[in-house]
């Protein structure tokens, strides 16, 4: 079981909020999550689940 904590920002730049060890440059760990961009430049979303192997890479985004 992962351990909890508020806000952490490691000294590589990763940043975990409700994650104590945030894996990739900004982990949130059991939360819900806003992603904006002002210039429409997005690079990509993964998304995923700790509980088991399936990883989902979106590289574009399509607003309907």
């Known amino acids: 079981k992962k351990k909890k904590k508020a806000l952490t920002i490691l000294n590589d730049g990763k940043v975990g909020i409700g994650i104590a060890s945030p894996e990739q440059e900004l982990h949130v760990y ?35």
């Open 30 to 64: 059991q939360g819900t999550t806003k992603l904006e961009s002002t210039d429409g430049n997005d690079v990509s979303l993964q998304l995923g689940r700790s509980d088991n192997s399936n990883l989902w890479n979106l590289t574009t985004l399509v607003m309907i």
